[in-house]
């Protein structure tokens, strides 16, 4: 189904930023402070693409769609999902909250950089997880040709409202430069 093939080409591009959030973290522990703008620049993507853009298709479009679907059947599975995109925005906040502390060199907010960077891998690695192997699974059998091509063309519909063209493009560009800094090139 071509919009389970959009989410999970989105999860991709997400499971990179992570990839880069842990190396961060290790830095990090190994004494080699990644620049504050790094950090800037990921809570811009946390917030725009990976929940604004991305999960807004999750948690409205298909998984409204599901729950209808299965008459009520799978309202805790997808409660759960939606409490870990809660969990995942607390984890932005506390790491935006954070960066001027860091910047600073400040070892106790550092501290809680380090704590809500982990969280917000750990919780997004198991969450994609979960959405790949279960749910997009389930959408793919439960949703018919017909549901699928509407619930496309409600992704396209959201795409062209980012404003841009080039949305997921331009984002995957900023991973990559995110990845740059992290390895001084």
Same mark, same amino acid.
């Given at each position: 189904?071509?919009?389970?093939?959009?989410?999970l080409?989105?999860?991709?591009?997400?499971?990179?930023?992570?990839?880069n959030?842990?190396?961060?973290s290790?830095?990090i522990?190994?004494g080699?402070?990644?620049?504050?703008?790094?950090?800037?620049?990921f809570v811009?993507?946390?917030?725009t693409?990976?929940?604004?853009?991305?999960?807004?298709?999750e948690?409205?479009l298909?998984?409204?769609?599901?729950?209808?679907?299965? +008459?009520?059947?799978?309202?805790? *599975?997808?409660?759960?999902l939606?409490?870990?995109h809660? &969990?995942? !925005? %607390?984890c932005?906040?506390?790491?935006?909250?954070?960066?001027?502390?860091?910047?600073?060199?400040?070892?106790?907010?550092?501290t809680?950089?380090l704590?809500?960077?982990?969280?917000?891998?750990?919780m997004?690695k198991?969450?994609?997880?979960?959405?790949?192997?279960?749910?997009?699974?389930?959408a793919e059998k439960?949703?018919?040709?017909?549901?699928g091509?509407?619930?496309?063309n409600?992704?396209?519909? +959201?795409?062209?409202l980012?404003? *841009?063209?080039?949305?997921?493009?331009?984002n995957r560009? &900023?991973? !990559? %430069?995110?990845?740059?800094?992290?390895?001084?090139?």
């Amino acid at each position: 189904m071509k919009a389970v093939d959009i989410l999970l080409k989105e999860h991709s591009l997400i499971s990179l930023m992570l990839n880069n959030l842990e190396k961060a973290s290790k830095q990090i522990t190994n004494g080699i402070f990644p620049p504050k703008k790094f950090f800037e620049n990921f809570v811009i993507f946390a917030r725009t693409f990976a929940d604004k853009y991305h999960h807004y298709k999750e948690e409205y479009l298909m998984f409204g769609l599901l729950a209808q679907k299965k +008459e009520g059947d799978i309202d805790l *599975e997808i409660g759960v999902l939606k409490f870990q995109h809660d &969990l995942c !925005r %607390e984890c932005i906040n506390k790491i935006e909250n954070s960066i001027e502390g860091y910047g600073k060199k400040n070892e106790i907010v550092t501290t809680i950089l380090l704590s809500n960077l982990s969280s917000y891998a750990t919780m997004l690695k198991w969450h994609i997880h979960l959405e790949n192997n279960i749910f997009f699974k389930m959408a793919e059998k439960e949703i018919s040709d017909e549901e699928g091509d509407i619930l496309y063309n409600q992704f396209i519909e +959201e795409d062209n409202l980012q404003g *841009e063209n080039n949305f997921f493009e331009k984002n995957r560009n &900023l991973v !990559r %430069e995110l990845g740059i800094m992290l390895n001084g090139k």
